[in-house]
């Protein structure tokens, strides 16, 4: 089997709710990347990657001419085995990982349409049949996020990421996780997440007035090292996001005590080969894991997932259903959510595909 042709394509997906951080960062209408890679007989991989704008080093619009540059590699190779043509193109080009994504996704893809395997079959076997989800509420007023974690509750989720830090008022930030985690009763996960948009300041006096909650700390600063500082003044557990994006800073935030949890986010990481590489230290160190990504739709959602069900269930906190997010929807008959829990697509590959005709003529042909 060899690769024949590239397509991509930017797709404009609109968030069923616009999402506010701290730092004044929001997310409501995003462009996610769609690529295809043809073959020669007749199997067409897909991946994507939808970076936030503003929020990490990736923009939407620098995949495609990543692409132009690596697709002297690309055309005419095999695509069975991921990692192999992935080191080609990092030898090729260096860095440049959220880009990488797409592609690495799409190249697992085909990998498992040609062995007749689901994803999570090539990616360690299926440990799980479903995976809990969490539900992340954008930073508005207190009372409107205890309503909005209730309606989640009710629809079986049990764990809650309350953005803070949209204005400079720590006060408030303690009224947000103080209000959700009283509507949502012992039991439930929270965790309030920054962003990095807090100094160790602003996220120490927080963390210190709710230490009588239930709650875990998210990436309240922009390095390890204020984290860790965050950490260790508080007492509360904390999950690195932002920070986390390699073996490397996986280590580190392990040895400086403030990584309870990682945030396992493919585009981050380049794509499900690194991120599994990642997902196997993180069960070496001890940190439970959120399997995710930043932003997408039905394709990035289906590749976290096979890499959920493919982990150990007691390090696996959580994964994201991406296309729950977001409209329109990819491919419509991927995963749904029930009951607070998701499962990958069955079929071979990712098990999921969206229709070229509703995409539409790609934005870029390379063959």
């Known amino acids: 089997m060899k690769i024949t042709g590239i397509s991509l394509w930017h797709v404009p997906l609109t968030a069923h709710v616009t999402y506010t951080m701290a730092a004044g960062k929001s997310c409501a209408t995003v462009e996610t990347v769609v690529l295809a890679l043809d073959t020669d007989i007749g199997l067409t991989g897909w991946g994507e ?37 992935m080191a080609r193109l990092e030898r090729r080009l260096q860095g440049h990982d959220y880009a990488k994504s797409a592609l690495d996704i799409a190249l697992w893809d085909l990998t498992g349409q040609a062995a007749g395997l689901p994803l999570h079959a090539l990616l360690g076997g299926r440990q799980a049949e479903t995976m809990p989800l969490y539900h992340s509420i954008t930073c508005t007023a207190p009372e409107e996020m205890a309503r909005i974690a209730l309606d989640a509750l009710d629809q ?62 998210e990436q309240p ?5 204020d984290c860790a500082r965050v950490r260790t003044a508080t007492g509360l557990p904390m999950k690195l996001d932002e920070s986390a994006y390699d073996t490397a800073s996986l280590l580190e935030g392990h040895a400086k005590g403030c990584m309870d949890v990682a945030a396992l986010k493919l585009s981050k990481f380049g794509g499900l080969s690194a991120t599994r590489r990642a ?89």
Request: include cysteine.
């Open 279 to 367: 997902r196997d230290l993180c069960k070496h160190l001890g940190a439970r894991m959120c399997i995710e990504d930043t932003w997408g739709s039905d394709i990035t959602t289906a590749a976290l997932l096979h890499l959920g069900a493919a982990s150990a269930p007691d390090r696996v906190l959580n994964v994201c259903d991406l296309s729950g997010y977001v409209s329109p929807r990819l491919a419509p008959a991927g995963p749904v959510r029930h009951n607070g829990r998701i499962a990958p697509p069955t079929g071979v590959g990712l098990g999921v595909a969206p229709d070229r005709d509703a995409l539409g003529p790609p934005d870029m042909m390379l063959d």
């Open 221 to 225: 600063c922009a390095t390890i090292d």
């Open 156 to 217: 079986g989720i049990t764990q809650f990421q309350v953005k803070l830090g949209a204005e400079a008022d720590w006060q408030a930030d303690v009224a947000r996780l103080r209000m959700v985690r009283e509507a949502v009763g012992p039991g439930p996960l929270v965790y309030g997440d920054w962003n990095c948009g807090a100094t160790s300041l602003e996220a120490t006096r927080v963390g210190r007035v709710v230490r009588d909650l239930d709650v875990m700390l």
């Open 49 to 85: 990657v939808c970076p936030i704008p503003h929020y990490l080093p990736a923009y939407a619009r620098g995949v495609a001419p990543v692409v132009q540059e690596l697709a002297p590699v690309l055309l005419g190779a095999d695509p069975v085995g991921p990692e192999a043509v």
